[in-house]
């Protein structure tokens, strides 16, 4: 666990080198983002950067930036953004990636494709050859019929579970949404095609694949593009 958690760090130093003053900013979900969002406020503290803004993408992320300092912005003012930085559950050989664990993947999602530039920060267990070969792959359902896409999913392979929470009522993110975590054994052999139909789907708001966003992967100290 020590191990990873250095590994997190050192793929999240080399991120924030690349934020330059000036920047509007993605910032990421989750332990590895928010090691990222941590050295962005320091940065910003010790006058090594300045006039940057942030666009979090998550409730949890925006609390933790203003914790850190970080002026915080809104697509809707700055609709480009310069860098993003983030982390994922899996990445593949070419870059694809499941995220969504924490549950952010819809804002993650808007943010990336609004990105000049994305970033994926990751520890070496996230490395994997097929997507979903160790995680569930996140769907974003409308709460309004959600039970209608469970034999859509089986159909495609998957096993789907609703994400309930510790009282075991329905997750909900921060878009008012449910999540149904989807279980393929041995992984996606096509990921493009379940994402693809999935997303044909009326109530399905958005998948943790990220396919074809072509992201500059930092692992520890490795980059892979």
């Known amino acids: 666990m020590a191990d990873q958690q250095e590994q997190k760090r050192l793929a999240a130093e080399q991120a924030v080198a690349r934020v330059s003053s000036g920047m509007i900013l993605g910032l990421g979900s989750g332990s590895t983002a928010a090691v990222a969002v941590g050295l962005i406020g320091y940065k910003l503290r010790t006058g090594e950067i300045e006039n940057i803004a942030g666009i979090p993408t998550s409730n949890q992320t925006r609390d ?6 970080i002026p915080l912005t809104t697509l809707e003012e700055r609709p480009i953004v310069d860098l993003t930085i983030d982390g ?5 050989p070419a870059g694809n990636l499941v995220k969504g664990g924490g549950g952010a993947l819809l804002w993650e999602k808007i943010v990336a494709a609004a990105s000049r530039r994305y970033i ?5 267990s996230k490395l994997v050859d097929r997507l979903g070969s160790g995680c569930a792959v996140p769907v974003e359902v409308m709460p309004f019929g959600w039970t209608t896409h469970l034999h859509a999913v089986r159909e495609l392979g998957g096993e789907p579970n609703l994400r309930t929470d510790a009282e075991g ?8 949404h449910y999540i149904l975590d989807c279980r ?10 379940v994402d693809r139909e999935l997303r044909k789907r009326p109530g399905v708001v958005e998948t943790g694949l990220f396919i074809g966003m072509s992201p500059e992967v930092i692992v520890g100290r490795a980059v892979r593009a």
Not at 64 to 69: C, D, N, V, Y
Not at 184 to 193: C, E, H, K, M, R
């Open 64 to 69: 933790l930036a203003q914790s850190h300092g």
């Open 88 to 92: 994922a559950d899996e990445v593949d």
């Open 120 to 124: 994926i920060i990751v520890d070496k």
């Open 169 to 176: 009522k329905p997750w909900v993110t921060d878009g008012g």
């Open 184 to 193: 393929f054994s041995g992984g996606l052999s096509d990921p493009v095609q």
